[in-house]
């Protein structure tokens, strides 16, 4: 919630310059236009941060509020004095250039900020896996919270004068049997940069990458423990797979990890596909 921060910062300096343009003018009309202001800036953020507004909707927004501001200007600005004929149809004809120009602008950046322009993506994915640290019997009295497992570093370099979005956010890690070619129905839990690696929302905004700026995402797996009985070498469930099969998903809506093996070939849907063996 960065709109409630923001509001207490620029509130202190907000009075400070009203009591000061209020003592050097006293011009009570002039303290409603900083307060106008400040009252715009807020509520802009109060709506991005709210909302989880992306980078589009928030140029939309500001395309929006720009508008409005222009048209308001021109209807005061033709009722504050009585101006000849000629003057206004000129007056009113620049004001429309400006918001052509404004919206125009505003529709070019939405557009470039959409495109990976300027992007380089490197992908680097572990050649295989350690059972072991995968598939981990225990003993009663045992703990069974297991270390995550390094699998991959997904690394984004930005180029561009704008920042771009890094599209592969989410990543989906399931057992996999390279002869069948199927997924099981479980996942393993995901942790990226050290965060567990939930499924989003579909609004919620995506990691951007700064201009000329680098952005790493280092993937981790945690693997499943069962309890093994004294004198017992049970057979766990997962020895049947030969590997996991790591994803990394452009979608945000939920995906099966029986569904994995179909969607490999779905660019739309997974934007990279490695499966890596267990040995």
Known sequence: MFWQPLFWGLLIPCLIVLGILYGTTRKVYKLFYVLS????????????DVFDLGRNWILGLLVFSAVLMILIAAWLSRKGKERPKRKAASSTKRHLWILLVLLAVMLILI?????????TREVSVVSSL??????????????????PVPVANYSYANSFFLPVVAQDQYFLACWYDTKTQTASTEQLQTLVNGQYNEYRVANEPLAEVPPGAFLKLAVTVTGTSYAQ????????????????????????????CSNLPAMKDDTSKVSSYAIIPLK
């Open 37 to 48: 202001l400040f009252v715009y800036v807020i509520s802009v953020a109060y709506i991005i």
């Open 229 to 256: 009985p004294k004198g017992t070498v049970p057979a766990s469930a997962y020895d049947r797979y030969d590997a996991i099969v790591l994803a990394s998903l452009r979608d945000r809506s939920y995906v099966d």
């Open 130 to 147: 350690q059972r072991s640290s995968l598939i981990v019997p225990l003993s009663n009295g045992e703990p069974y919270q297991l270390s």
């Open 111 to 119: 557009v470039v900020s959409s495109l990976d322009v300027g992007v």
